[in-house]
């Protein structure tokens, strides 16, 4: 059978479904990663699965997101962090060696393993001929303990490149040109598959930066080959041995296809506040900016900090710029300080700071209210700066650069001079020093977690029992958002490795009353009703996990939002929705919902009745769970169906 | 469903808005930002960014946001 690549990986790694795009298919998953702000909740999961040791390959924790330590529950966290890697078998890798996605590929990423990372640009890795993705944290804790991830076969996007950048147009401007093209979702439900003889012209961390940013096209991965290059780059990095060739098949085929012509590109930026609002640089060039910004995964590579070194060297930023240069790895810096470009960044007036995520996640450097910001970050939707009214523009290196010199925004080949060509280093740093290896399974076994005064255990949680009696706590309307739940907001945030504390805030916004009323009938449990697309917005596990503690056990909705569904089941809280959507009007908030034969009813049908209690009305309700996520739910959600499997 | 309004801010003496504590939104704690899992800041979907809060208002989303598979924000 002829296969692109997308396909060799899918194929060597399936363990159930089907490989027909929509399908289901579970995925045997080598690598993880996480990073520091999703990474407490994982070791806290694998604590509660009672997980002895990762049965992955390898599986790396990191520490780039929380580290300007302004008070003493980011250095906790990674002491958290740092410990509970040597209890169960995973690398660790210190504040200040880089950020996740770079570091993952210089120092553990191999051609043909899948990596699942609790970051949406997790896809980055993609670059070196591995299917990448990013997933919420309890897909990568079960990953870690040795679980298939579940996804839905994508369908496979091959894009042949042809032709060669021209000078002052890099990788960045590819990416930038195929979201252009398609905007921010275009690329969802797909795998982004690049091959063609224009790859030649990139070497590895040009795939990485065009990689990294599909996660801004919605996609559920991106794919390139292991060839020659990543060849090349893993002798680099003294691991030559860790190759394998992996290419597409002669004639193979690919669902979607379409092609960028290198030699066509131009200098492109996004505009805010949106990845996908691109124009060419030309058309906006003379807006004053107030900041430039080069770093973050987007473009992390040697050779991006060296051209804008280059572009800068012998010259002066204009007046009033910051100019911030954010390194993406320890091993990289070290490279760009032993060549000379950072004191050529410094002269020209450049602000240098550690090696980490930052500013992109909007930890510092966040800019000037209104003000415009020139970065080569991936996400310019608004706030994401740490700014509320931002102004971000996303461009690549050369853009930034040349906009720095000038004060406005500068399409870099009207700079006036020639475009530098910039020399990988022969050698490149290679220092593990600060990504601490796996510990023996002998001496992980009398390693004991260190918890701040800020991390709590999450407690155990009892089965799905056969019958419930359960009052009604609340009833809300449509469109309820997972801010609403819980908020990630300052007050709350603090607190997201304490369970019991984040808890407190459960529903404050919809009704303040709502934590002690739940509180009081923990052990007995309670359900909630919503209208329409119950639990939309932004990711978040606590809004599911801290109802769950409260004693939520079931939420009645017209319909659930996807992923919050998920989070529901996951944590077990059965989702139902009503058969007759008027039926909705039945219920109050104070009523006593009754269920009984529950393992039966759900595994015997999609239909279960539900009885309001002194009020002979019966209502008919569906889940719509698979046989897996039913024995999840009898389990009591999946840290107590995965601590089962432990045994 | 109460639908949401925007109090007007007066301006201070010093340019900064006054500060009626009561009306402090209670999702972003008046910073107008709030964080999903992942840290990625986005604006306050409870008071829509104004980082305040009337009395008698729903909290309710006046529509439904735009989310991608995983759940990333698009606004
Ligand atoms: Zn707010």
Request: aromatic share 6%.
């Amino acid at each position: 059978m002829v296969l692109n690549v997308s396909q060799k990986l899918i194929k060597e790694h399936l363990v159930s479904g089907e490989m027909i795009s929509g399908n289901e298919i579970g995925l045997k998953i080598d690598q993880t990663l996480t990073q520091d702000a999703t990474g407490t909740m994982v070791m806290l999961e694998l604590e509660a699965m009672n997980l002895e040791r990762a049965k992955t390959e390898a599986s790396a924790q990191y520490v780039d997101h929380n580290i300007i330590q302004e008070d003493s529950k980011n250095p906790d966290d990674h002491l958290f962090l740092q410990s509970a890697t040597r209890k169960f078998g995973l690398y660790f890798s210190r504040p200040g060696n880089g950020v996740s996605h770079p570091v993952h590929m210089q120092r553990l990423a191999k051609p043909g393993k899948t990596l699942l990372g609790s970051d949406s640009h997790t896809c980055a890795n993609g670059c070196m001929g591995m299917l990448a993705m990013g997933a919420g944290g309890i897909d990568v804790a079960m990953a870690i303990a040795g679980e298939p991830f579940y996804v839905k076969m994508p369908k496979i996007w091959g894009i042949k490149l042809t032709g060669k950048l021209r000078d002052w147009v890099s990788a960045k401007d590819v990416i930038f040109e195929l979201l252009r093209r398609h905007d921010v979702k275009g690329g969802i439900g797909k795998i982004i598959e690049y091959y063609g003889p224009g790859l030649k012209g990139l070497n590895a961390m040009d795939r990485h930066v065009i990689a990294n940013m599909g996660a801004e096209l919605g996609a559920t991965g991106t794919v390139f080959p292991s060839d020659e290059e990543i060849k090349q780059f893993l002798k680099s990095q003294n691991r030559e041995e860790d190759w394998v060739e992996l290419v597409a098949d002669e004639g193979a085929d690919y669902d979607l296809l379409e092609e960028i012509n290198l030699s066509e590109i131009e200098p492109l930026i996004a505009k805010p506040s949106s990845p996908g609002n691109v124009v060419p640089v030309r058309e906006i060039a003379g807006e004053p900016i107030y900041q430039s910004y080069v770093g973050s995964s987007a473009n992390p590579g040697y050779r991006d900090f060296a051209v804008t070194a280059e572009i800068v060297k012998g010259r002066k930023i204009a007046d009033g710029i910051s100019f911030d240069i954010n390194p993406t790895s320890r091993q990289m810096l070290t490279d760009l300080v032993s060549d000379g470009h950072i004191a050529s960044l410094l002269s020209a007036g450049a602000r240098l700071h550690q090696a980490g995520c930052n500013g992109c996640i909007g930890m510092g450097q966040a800019p000037a209210t209104g003000r415009n910001s020139l970065r080569t970050t991936p996400r310019n939707f608004p706030g994401r700066s740490g700014t509320r009214e931002d102004s971000v523009f996303l461009c690549s290196p050369e853009t930034a650069a040349a906009s720095a010199l000038t004060g406005k925004i500068t399409d870099p080949r009207t700079l006036g001079f020639d475009y530098p060509k910039v020399k990988e280093p022969e050698h490149p740093t290679v220092d593990d020093t600060m990504l601490d290896e796996p510990v023996p399974l002998e001496k992980a076994r009398e390693i004991k977690l260190v918890k701040g005064p800020n991390i709590a255990s999450i407690p155990k949680m009892d089965s799905l029992p056969d019958e419930l009696e359960i009052p009604v706590l609340l009833k809300m309307g449509d469109n309820i958002s997972t801010d609403e739940i819980l908020a990630g907001g300052a007050r709350v945030l603090p607190y997201r490795s304490n369970l019991p504390e984040i808890s407190k805030f459960t529903f404050e916004i919809v009704d303040d009353s709502y934590y002690e009323r739940a509180m009081k009938i923990q052990k007995e449990g309670h359900a909630i009703v919503g209208g329409y697309n119950y639990g939309q917005g932004s990711s978040r596990e606590h809004a599911a996990l801290a109802p769950r503690f409260l004693g939520l056990r079931v939420a009645l909705a017209k319909d659930f939002a996807r992923i919050h569904w998920q989070n529901l089941v996951n944590f077990g809280v059965l989702p139902l929705t009503f058969k007759h959507e008027a039926e909705y009007e039945l219920l109050e908030q104070g009523d006593v919902i009754q269920l009984s034969n529950l393992i039966t009813q759900l595994k015997q049908g999609k239909e279960l009745t539900v009885t309001v209690k002194g009020k002979a009305k019966e209502i008919k309700v569906n889940h719509s769970m698979s046989e897996r996520q039913i024995e999840i739910m009898l389990k009591g959600g999946l840290i107590s169906w995965v601590r089962e499997r432990q045994k | 469903m109460g639908k949401r309004t925007t109090e007007m801010i007066v301006p201070g003496k010093g340019g900064y808005p006054m500060v009626n504590r009561n009306q402090i939104c209670k999702a972003c704690d008046g910073t107008g930002l709030l964080a999903d899992d992942e840290s990625w800041q986005y604006s306050c979907t409870v008071c829509n960014g104004d980082g305040t809060f009337t009395s008698g208002d729903s909290p309710e989303p006046a529509k439904p946001f735009s989310v991608d598979e995983n759940n990333r924000t698009l606004e």
